[in-house]
């Protein structure tokens, strides 16, 4: 798919046409000429490539890889121009000398060779024109158009919060009550493992979820993990990936006999549930099982896989498998149909029509081109949901006629959807590639990497990142994309991913266009011309760096973080087997070397996002080598020092060191003007620099030894939307949140630390403040004369709070205060007296989770409290909770929590 790299070049050459007007009139004729072939060939290319789909046309193939190829080659001579012309590797102290010698030579020779690459570039594009009428190739007089239906041009007008959103679960109510047997049985004798099995698109994992989800089997199990992760993992790096869950933390590690320690102390004794969403292979499957204790004969393993065949687990575990089939009933599979086209109670009520037409008219088509397929139909849907009825839908139905082979159903239809996404989307939807299957990606990281590819524009007076969401929601709105719940998830915080099988889709459509390259089996391919790649080799993750990538401009990896003497043990082995092999170093480059290769040979890099590969303690000072780089993402890995040629990469937009030892930037990182967004447990000096484009800062704290913050500290970010604060130090709290209340235009506030002050509530000047999270006391300021003094939240829709210790009066004036609080969360320890009341106030509250201490002995929730409220969950409470809630909520907790409404006095 030509666009992805089509749509951004078209930008870069009217910026090029723009930024260097005067300095290049005699090239800038021939640059206009080249952007106005690419933009009619950009329209001939949206055109052809569902053709090319289609029909198989190999003339359009070639004239699509012809294209492609013209457009690699402008990229790279824009790139090479910025690059050649770009100051930024010099010194601040010499940039006047050598202005002067660049304006006279450098200059002159770089715009002149720009000018030869052009006018050859030009030539191509003409001989491709040609070759197009020549052979008639976009003449389609002889045949019926592929698309018989209007793809979308434009994103749905739909909200840019991205809400929890769930597809319901229709005709599996039996498969949900043997999974609740299984689950929760007491007459076995042994651990149980359950295999749920099936074809892709089945269901498998929206089964399981549906259960594990449950408060009845949170509350039967004393610990559980779910773990979602790539293919063919082995039994070691499945155990890294379930022990930090089960926990709540990260751990550290030497060896797997440690692993096995640690997670056998973790589980002992205890009900213990797991889930594992992965394909797994039955040798690696029964060396997890072994892992694990089996003195709890209620504990419980669940295999979710397509594997039809499965060895029986080891005997010391209990078997029993559950098999999804397609639907086989017309009924249920428009039941599904009808439940995910119409989500909300308004939805529903404004398309009565549309589903009475649905059953009576529409239901026979529905089932035989979906086939019954659970995914086919809910990815149907949400083709529909961005059609008007009747005319729209009767040309997709009219499309899809005819493609009703069962082995095609769900090709004809995934190729619709992306044929019928706008135009912009289709490369920010083809980049979860570049993650392996089933990976949770962060959807905040995500749009970073969109903004860094070019992908992202600014729109209609929205920033980069606003137009990002809009992109998320448009694709979860159109069911292509799964946004599970998180507990106790901030905005920004949420993980987004895509179905197994749509994401093979993805890859084949990628591999097609030359989008990215995926290295994940043993052959190395030639990488040489590759322009993005992603690792996913997890046998060999150096592999594909041994040659240089002169042409990459994004690489990606997303591997388990390795133990704490894994990195050394591996170069130890590597430099021993080294001796005995010929060219031990072009086999098994040292991870320390890669990086520093990698940054010498791939100049044009614009994504960095290694997550998990070991790159030795240091990144290389090489980094400013690569001056076009907008995303430096080195993540959970050991390295601990962030070298101070970062301040030269003046084009960065976000930098992410989360899960690594680096605690503190260099000084020179304050001169990068376009930093938006910062990720990693950074200490923040007093003194920052003018980082006015910073949007993000998660998570910082004050550096006590170089002085605590103070107002001029946040003066200059005048657009920082998010601050995340770690370990907040008791003394100067104060000063610290004074700090703080210089920024105006705070959405989210997150404070960590043993004691929180109570002023934090007495200012009024976070005018926009939408979400508000607090670990730790809250106290009173010293001598202060009124401490329950409160301002006015009007904007905050969202607070959690834990390990508070608040009392009832403050949650008397949280009702008052806070006129649109739609989300309340008080977790352990946040709540200090024996009756929790909710007797007034909460007027916009809908959602309300209590995940309260022993101590908390009855709840009240009386009139006109809480008129809204929607949800209402529980958890660990005594035995003796007493419940005094209106009729209305009594509903709630019945529909929610059967065994709470049961047991518990009301």
């Known amino acids: 798919m030509a666009e992805a790299v089509l749509g951004p070049l078209v930008g870069r050459l009217q910026e090029l046409v723009m930024s260097e007007a005067r300095a290049m009139v005699a090239v800038n004729e021939d640059v206009r000429s080249l952007r106005d072939k690419l933009m009619w060939m950009q329209a001939f290319l949206r055109d052809a490539e569902p053709r090319r789909r289609a029909n198989n046309d190999e003339l359009i193939r070639v004239c699509l890889q012809q294209t492609r190829d013209v457009v690699f080659d402008t990229e790279d001579a824009i790139d090479q121009y910025f690059f050649r012309i770009d100051l930024s590797r010099y010194p601040s102290w010499i940039h006047t000398i050598v202005r002067v010698f660049r304006d006279f030579f450098t200059q002159v020779r770089v715009r002149s060779d720009l000018s030869k690459r052009i006018k050859l570039i030009n030539t191509r594009f003409e001989s491709i024109i040609d070759n197009k ?24 007008a739909t909200a840019e919060k991205l809400d929890d959103f769930v597809i319901p679960l229709v005709g599996r109510a039996a498969q949900l009550k043997y999974l609740g047997h299984a689950l929760i049985s007491e007459k076995t004798k042994h651990p149980m493992a359950i295999s749920v099995t099936g074809k892709s698109g089945v269901g498998k994992t929206k089964l399981v979820k549906e259960r594990y989800e449950r408060h009845s089997t949170k509350r039967y199990f004393d610990i559980k993990a779910w773990v979602t992760c790539a293919p063919n993992l082995n039994a070691s790096n499945l155990m890294k990936l379930i022990l930090p869950r089960l926990i709540g933390g990260s751990v550290k ?50 295999r979710i896989t397509q594997a039809a065949d499965l060895e029986s687990p080891p005997p010391y575990f209990e078997e029993e498998n559950i098999e999804l089939h397609h639907f086989e009933e017309q ?18 009520h404004c398309g009565d029509l549309v589903m009475e037409a649905v059953k009576t008219n529409h239901a026979k088509f529905i089932f035989d081109v979906t086939g019954g397929l659970p995914l086919a139909v809910v990815l149907l849907s949400g083709l529909l949901r961005t059609k008007e009825y009747p005319g729209e839908w009767w040309k997709v139905f009219k499309h ?25 989307l289709k490369s920010c939807f083809l980049y979860f590639v570049g993650f392996p299957a089933s990976t949770l990606v962060k959807a905040r990281s995500l749009v970073c990497m969109w903004m860094a590819e070019g992908f992202l524009r600014p729109k209609e007076g929205k920033t980069m990142e606003k137009v990002g969401e809009r992109y998320l929601h448009e694709l979860i709105h159109r069911r292509l994309m799964n946004l599970p719940p998180l507990e106790n998830a901030a905005p920004g915080d949420e993980r987004v991913t895509v179905q197994t099988r749509v994401h093979d889709f993805l890859v084949l459509e990628a591999q097609e266009a030359n989008f990215m390259e995926i290295h994940s089996g043993d052959d190395v391919p030639t990488l040489s011309t590759a322009r993005r790649l992603s690792l996913q080799n997890h046998m060999d993750k150096y592999a594909a760096l041994a040659e240089p990538l002169p042409k990459l401009r994004s690489i990606m990896s997303n591997f388990e973080k390795e133990s704490q003497g894994g990195a050394e ?67 959970s890995c050991s390295i601990d020092e962030i070298p101070s040629s970062v301040g030269n990469l003046t084009h960065l937009e976000t ?14 990182f304050r001169r990068i003007p376009t930093l938006r967004h910062v990720f990693g447990s950074i200490i923040l000096p007093r003194r920052v620099g003018n980082l006015e484009q910073l949007q993000t800062l998660q998570e910082v704290k004050p550096d006590e030894d170089g002085g605590v913050w103070d107002t001029t500290t946040f003066a200059c970010m005048k657009h920082l939307q998010s601050l995340y604060i770690w370990n907040l130090p008791d003394k100067n709290a104060q000063a610290v949140l004074a700090a703080i209340y210089e920024v105006k235009y705070l959405v989210l506030l997150s404070i960590e630390g043993k004691v929180i002050s109570l002023e934090l509530f007495t200012f009024s000047n976070f005018t926009r403040l939408q979400v508000m999270i607090l670990k730790g006391k809250i106290e009173p300021p010293l001598n202060d004369s009124n401490p329950l003094y409160f301002r006015k939240f009007s904007t905050l829709t969202k607070l959690s709070l834990n390990k508070t210790k608040v009392s ?3 949650i008397n004036k949280l009702s008052v205060e806070l006129p649109l609080l739609a989300s309340l969360a008080l977790l352990p320890e946040s709540y ?4 929790l009341a909710f007797k007034d106030g909460f007027q916009s509250l809908k959602e309300l989770k209590l995940d309260l201490d022993m101590c908390v002995e009855e709840i009240v929730i009386e009139d006109p409290a809480c008129p809204c409220l929607e949800k209402l969950e529980i958890t660990n409470y005594s035995k003796g909770l007493h419940l005094k809630v209106r009729h209305n909520i009594e509903k709630i907790i019945k529909h929610q929590d059967y065994y709470l409404y049961k047991k518990m006095k009301i």
């Open 331 to 348: 009924d249920i599979t428009v039941e599904l149909f009808l439940a995910t086209l119409f989500m909300s109670d308004k939805e529903k």
């Open 808 to 810: 009832q009066y403050f």
């Open 253 to 302: 590690w030497s060896t797997d006999d440690d692993l096995r320690t640690m997670l056998q102390k973790v589980l002992k004794n205890k009900k213990y549930l797991l889930v594992i969403d992965a394909e797994v292979s039955s040798t690696e499957w029964n060396i997890m099982i072994d892992y694990l204790p089996t003195d709890n004969v209620n504990s419980r393993v669940v």
């Open 133 to 156: 009428g020549k052979y008639k190739i976009d003449d389609g007089s002889e045949t019926m158009p592929v698309t018989t239906w209007r793809p979308s041009t434009a994103i749905s």
């Open 655 to 668: 930098l992410d060191v989360r899960g690594t030892s680096v605690t503190r930037l260099p000084r020179e």
């Open 569 to 635: 043990t591996k170069k130890d082995i590597k430099t021993n087997v080294g001796a005995c092999i010929p060219f031990p170093r072009k086999a098994h480059a040292h991870s320390n070397d890669v990086m520093q290769k990698l940054l010498q040979g791939s100049k044009f890099l614009r994504v960095i996002f290694l997550d998990g590969l070991e790159i030795g303690k240091k990144l290389p000072p090489e980094i400013s080598n690569v001056k076009h780089l907008h995303y430096l993402g080195i993540t």
């Open 400 to 424: 899809l006629e005819g493609n009703s082979n069962e082995r095609k159903r769900l090709d004809n239809i995934l190729s619709m959807c992306f044929d019928d996404l706008p135009h912009g």
């Open 832 to 835: 200090e007296e024996r009756c």
